[in-house]
Each structure stands twice: as structure tokens, then as C-alpha cells.
Nanobody, 128 residues
């Protein structure tokens, strides 16, 4: 199981970026994919997750309405479209995977402790 995160970069406030998380060694059908971020000096926090087999998509309150998570089954890739970026979105972003279990609460789905497999991070910097 491998996850490859990409798409980070430097963007001005109000700008957009799309992160990609390419999975290999497994198919996404029965896995939840989560996006997490860690800013300097802060704990890693859940941003969004998707588990289409159980019809679940969740967002952290801080990104709701600005970020959109999606999945391309043909490419075995999950995307995080980030719009209206703010300086406080600056962080290293990670994607992670876990075999999904129906009925898992939102709070658990956005917790890093749930996830078994992690990709390397991609840096997102929002600055003018």
C-alpha cells in the first residue's frame, strides 16, 4: 500500500490549489482516504475524508465551503480542491488511508489515529 501526495505550492490569499493523492497497491473502493495537515508548532488535524462505499464525505469546520474532496476511481486517486485559501491554511498536507467500516462517526473519520497508511506530505504555503 502506497500513497503519493502532490500538488502543493505557494499561492496568494484567495487563490486555489488542487492536491492529489495517488494510491497504489490497493483500490480505493473499500478504503477511506483522509487529508490531514500540520502547521509549524501545531498538531496534525483532519481536513477532509471520503469513503464512497459507505457514502461518507466529511470536512473540518475550518474548510467547509472552501475545500472539496473527490475521487477518480479510474485513476485510483483522491483530490482535494482548495479554494479561497487563507494564510492559516499554510501547512504540510498529508493523505492517509484506512479500510472503511460503516457507521464510523465523523469525529473518528477525521482523526489521524484511525488511519493505517500514510503518504509523504506536500507543502502548501498561502502568502502574499
Amino acid at each position: 500500500v502506497q500513497l503519493q501526495a502532490s500538488g502543493g505550492g505557494l499561492v496568494q490569499p484567495g487563490g486555489s490549489l488542487r492536491l492529489s493523492c495517488a494510491a497504489s497497491g490497493f483500490t480505493l473502493d473499500y478504503y477511506a482516504i483522509g487529508w490531514f495537515r500540520q502547521a509549524p508548532g501545531k498538531e496534525r488535524e483532519g481536513v477532509s475524508c471520503i469513503a464512497t462505499s459507505i457514502g461518507s464525505i466529511y470536512y473540518a469546520d475550518s474548510v467547509k465551503g472552501r475545500f472539496t474532496i473527490s475521487k477518480d476511481n479510474a485513476k485510483n486517486t483522491v483530490y482535494l480542491q482548495m479554494n479561497s485559501l487563507k494564510p492559516e491554511d499554510t501547512a504540510v498536507y498529508y493523505c492517509a488511508a484506512v479500510r472503511v467500516i460503516a457507521g464510523t462517526p465523523r469525529g473518528v473519520m477525521l482523526s489521524e489515529r484511525l488511519y493505517d497508511y500514510w503518504g509523504q506530505g506536500t507543502q502548501v504555503t498561502v502568502s502574499s
